[in-house]
């Protein structure tokens, strides 16, 4: 393969290749705005200039390719004072508010007038002033003066997005940016342009003057909006989601994600519907018990039943963990063969770039451990009918809202002499239910979700919850001693009393004399495993933080679920 040097060390490369690349793919960083590894090259800002011998000028990285022999220079004393003419000249009419832009703590052009910029500016005339606080479309807030015509925006809207609606008017120092006339910038990936802006001038306006970066914590996690399984980082403050943001995964969704998951799919987890807490019907009413006292009750209440009396809805939202422990009570407690999972597909509702009809995060993950859309019958069109023959007598729903999706049901659900939910927030269903059970969100716990690629992600707990601070509390009173009472105060506020539905299937299970006995999510994991082959062998560390791709052609064998 040929060779290029870059800063003295000798580099293969492959033909077609910039110095660009060359030198990002060998952990090589050239200060850039303009160039983004999955856009056009547009070459305009200027800021990757670099020296190469025998050139009689700097050319700049992004669009130089890399030729056989050629000696590359980026931090020679030519480079930097390039570099700095840059910065000088970008810094001319960017306005000096900082400490009120949403982008301070991340803004790339922030951080190189610190590593590249002279630290002065000779200019000393009024900076021209543009529009400010543009509504591009309905997520997106764009100020003009801000703006260093890096064109991201523009070829992300109408390479990526497949929607041309930006472009540039004006020109020189006047030059801004505008949709075409008469459009809106409303693509469904409209909020990656805010991601990928290098500067303060495109923002959320969902998360526009909520919280700094650095007043954040970031959790790894995937979104549950749809089949796809974005990679994607939560950010809390306060115990609350303030955002969501992707995280580069190529196999699966890339740089990107849909504003659909970025905006709807994390504000329920902190709404005002949660369910917090188990509660009992008392009086027609939903009253808050204790968790022995639910526990204790709902057992009473399913001895009653025989197994073919007891339909159970199982959950796409819901981890593998959480179905298969559920699975393995229907089969092991209740004896009863009627598990089924209620699919949630908009036909028409998905595009070639991320968004999938399947609107589940984990649909995949039930088919391989062997649950179904029916079973003997029963599925979520046929249910009000045994309902209504009572031939079901009882129902338990995991995480899901049948109402919402079969009417039908809401006329029978009082034929059903007890109803068990497990639920994140109250919903159609949740008002005709016996026994309330409030179950952790995808944001408060561990767990595995599998795509429809058949790739397994992990989940981690970017919240906490009630239950999470009963195991913490050893941890807790040890850092309270050494660094003060305030440190559960400001660290750790809690708001939910929730727990993942495999621990509260599994605190049940064991009313019954059944020994569900595991510690973590990952000791259900591993179980998996011993009996799926295709999760033989693994646990949460062999999935890592961009998943495992499951050979799906393996045979699902089950053991001691039979």
Known sequence: MPKVTIDGIQYEFNPGETIIQVAERNGIHIPHYCWHPKLSVSGNCRMCLVEVEKMPKLVIACSTLAMEGMVV?????????????????????????????????????????????????????????????????????????????????????????????????????????????????????????????????????????????????????????????????????????????????????????????????????????????????????????????????????????????????????????????????????????????????????????????????????????????????????????????????????????????NSKLKDVLQNLDTVVVFATNQNKTTEYTKILYPAATYAEKNGVFVNFQGIAQRLRPAISTIEMERTLDGMALSRLDKFGTEFDKWARPVKYDAMSTWKILSQIARGFGFKFDYMTSEDVFIEIGNNYRAFSGLNYESLGDKGYKLNLTKVIEEKILV
Request: hydrophobic letters at 35%.
């Open 73 to 405: 220079h980026t931090k020679s004393e030519r480079a930097i004072k390039g570099r700095e003419h840059v910065m000088e000249f970008l810094l001319i009419n960017h306005p000096l508010d900082c400490p009120i832009c949403d982008e301070a703590g991340e803004c790339m052009l922030q951080e190189y007038a610190y590593r590249h910029g002279t630290g002065y500016s000779r200019f000393i005339e009024e900076k021209n002033q543009k529009p400010k606080r543009v509504k591009l479309g309905p997520y997106v807030m764009f100020d003009a003066e801000r703006c260093i015509s890096c064109s991201r925006c523009i070829r992300f809207s109408k390479e990526i997005a497949k929607a041309d609606q930006l472009t540039f008017v004006q020109r020189g120092d006047r030059v801004t940016i505008e949709t075409f006339p008469g459009k809106q910038f409303d693509n469904p990936y409209s909020l990656n342009v805010v991601d990928i802006c290098p500067v303060g001038a495109l923002t959320n306006i969902d998360f526009r003057f909520k919280a700094r970066v650095w007043e954040m914590s970031a959790t790894k996690s995937i979104c549950p909006g749809c089949a796809r399984g974005c990679n994607i980082d939560i950010w809390v403050r306060n115990n609350e989601i303030l955002r969501l943001t992707p995280r580069l995964n190529e196999s699966v969704n890339d740089y990107w994600m849909c504003d659909h998951g970025r905006i709807n799919c994390f504000k329920f987890v902190n709404a005002k519907d949660r369910v917090d807490g188990p509660h009992l019907r008392k009086d027609g009413e939903l009253i808050k018990v204790k968790w022995d006292e639910a526990v204790n009750y709902t057992i009473s209440e399913l001895k009653k039943f025989n197994p073919n009396e007891i339909a159970v809805i199982a959950s796409p939202f819901a981890t593998l963990e959480d179905n298969f422990v559920l699975l393995k009570f229907a089969k092991q407690v209740l004896r009863t063969k009627n598990i089924f999972y209620n699919p949630h597909i908009k036909p028409g509702d998905q595009d070639d770039i991320l968004i999938r009809e399947d609107k589940t995060p984990n649909s995949t993950g039930l088919k391989l451990l062997g649950i179904q859309t029916s079973e003997n019958g029963l599925s979520i069109e046929t249910l009000s009918e045994f309902i209504k023959t009572k031939v079901i007598k009882c129902l338990i729903v995991v995480e899901d809202d049948p109402i919402a999706s």
